[in-house]
């Protein structure tokens, strides 16, 4: 694969998903602000380019035995996916995960305040996602799989309460957005989620936990933002074009 044929950074990470250990290296945000260039990022982070560009290269040159190609997926079968596997996680991870930051602040937020801030983001997020999900269950999704079923049946779709697929894509890329600014939050208050030295086996396995839950959601995200919501608005100019 020639690096001359992809332009933005969610482009590398939809192309191949090893990429995205090297954006997380050099502090990269490859989900929610995946449109960016590498030139662009790099003049704003003051990253060397050509450092870059070589370890991008050398995980694109080499040979992918485990890495799944989400890109290739038929869009119905990538919504079931981040249905099945990323919805269900974030709403047994949150369930889990709130008991335990309750518990850290009631035992050690007289030593370490910033704990309550932390659970309380963390509330916040449960219940946006919550909201979030639900959203690209009912609303979203199920008129992606419309167009999908009449592609193949060879069908036309009505038109939809929202307009066009472009805007609740958009609100939800202002939510991920928002989602995204809240977990850089969190990760500078945990210190990159490196529990303190008197932390307890409870804190100890709480940023574990939490620091799981941001990557995941980092991955949620970028399959979303960089592959579902691109093809979702390019099948949707399909239609627009037969009419």
């Known amino acids: 694969m020639s690096l001359q044929e992809i332009t933005t950074i969610g482009d590398f990470v939809a192309k191949d998903?090893?990429?995205?250990?090297?954006?997380?290296?050099y502090g990269i945000d490859f989900c929610?602000?995946?449109?960016?260039?590498?030139?662009?990022?790099?003049?704003?982070?003051?990253?060397?380019?050509?450092?870059?560009?070589?370890?991008?290269?050398?995980?694109?040159?080499?040979?992918?035995?485990?890495g799944v190609d989400f890109n290739s997926w038929p869009l119905d079968l990538l919504i079931d996916y981040i249905e099945k596997t990323h919805h269900r996680y974030v709403e047994d991870k949150t369930q889990a995960l709130i008991p335990f930051l309750d518990k850290l602040c009631?035992?050690?937020?007289?030593n370490h305040p910033e704990l309550f801030e932390i659970n309380q983001l963390f509330n916040d997020s449960a219940q946006e996602l919550a909201a979030?999900?639900?959203?690209?269950?009912m609303i979203l999704f199920p008129f992606v799989k419309e167009m999908?079923?009449?592609?193949?049946?060879?069908?036309?779709?009505?038109?939809?309460?929202?307009?066009?697929?472009?805007?609740?894509?958009?609100?939800?890329?202002?939510?991920?957005?928002?989602?995204?600014?809240?977990?850089?939050?969190?990760?500078?208050?945990?210190?990159?989620?490196?529990?303190?030295?008197?932390?307890?086996?409870?804190?100890?396995v709480t940023y574990a936990m939490l620091q799981e839950f941001e990557q995941d959601l980092h991955k949620h995200i970028h399959l979303e933002n960089n592959i579902l919501f691109p093809k979702a608005k390019a099948l949707e100019k399909f239609f627009s074009t037969e009419e």
């Open 106 to 110: 009631s035992v050690h937020g007289s």
């Open 148 to 204: 999908i079923n009449a592609t193949k049946s060879h069908g036309s779709i009505g038109k939809p309460f929202f307009g066009t697929v472009k805007n609740p894509i958009s609100a939800m890329m202002n939510e991920h957005d928002a989602e995204g600014e809240r977990y850089r939050t969190i990760a500078a208050l945990t210190n990159n989620y490196t529990p303190p030295q008197d932390a307890c086996n409870t804190y100890q």
């Open 17 to 25: 998903y090893r990429t995205a250990a090297v954006f997380s290296k």
């Open 32 to 66: 929610c602000k995946g449109q960016r260039t590498i030139e662009e990022v790099c003049n704003n982070k003051d990253i060397n380019e050509d450092d870059l560009l070589r370890d991008l290269n050398q995980v694109l040159n080499t040979k992918n035995d485990s």
């Open 132 to 137: 979030h999900m639900k959203k690209e269950e």
